[in-house]
Nanobody, 115 residues
Framework: QVQLVESGGGSVQPGGSLRLSCAVS????????MGWYRQAPGKERELVATITPGGNTNYANSVKGRFTISRDNAKNTVWLQMNSLKPEDTAVYYC?????????WGQGTQVTVSS
């Protein structure tokens, strides 16, 4: 079964930065579009960034210009660089395929932005 392991979250002040990592195992992702999702308390999970196998990216309007998604197919890893973080970015962040059928969701990584 595919395993997704997210890491890199933490607590930062507004304006700070974090880099999230997603290590994928038991499948090769080189031909798969991947995405980063987030879920804030009491809200539905939302897609914030996607990247195609060739490296084309797309972002939710709320993070455009602040977040950067990237991937290394050789390492089977996807990253999310988050800059200029805002309190509204507080959520648990997950990686997965860009669209269903999703792999089994990982545990996610908590990002908390607070002064």
């Amino acid at each position: 079964q595919v395993q997704l392991v997210e890491s890199g979250g933490g607590s930062v002040q507004p304006g700070g930065s974090l880099r999230l990592s997603c290590a994928v195992s038991r499948i090769i992702i080189y031909s798969t579009a991947m995405g980063w999702y987030r879920q804030a308390p009491g809200k539905e999970r939302e897609l914030v960034a996607t990247i195609t196998p060739g490296g084309n990216t797309n972002y939710a309007n709320s993070v455009k210009g602040r977040f950067t998604i990237s991937r290394d197919n050789a390492k089977n890893t996807v990253w999310l660089q988050m800059n200029s973080l805002k309190p509204e970015d507080t959520a648990v962040y997950y990686c997965n395929r860009d669209g269903s059928p999703w792999y089994k969701w990982g545990q996610g990584t908590q990002v908390t932005v607070s002064s």
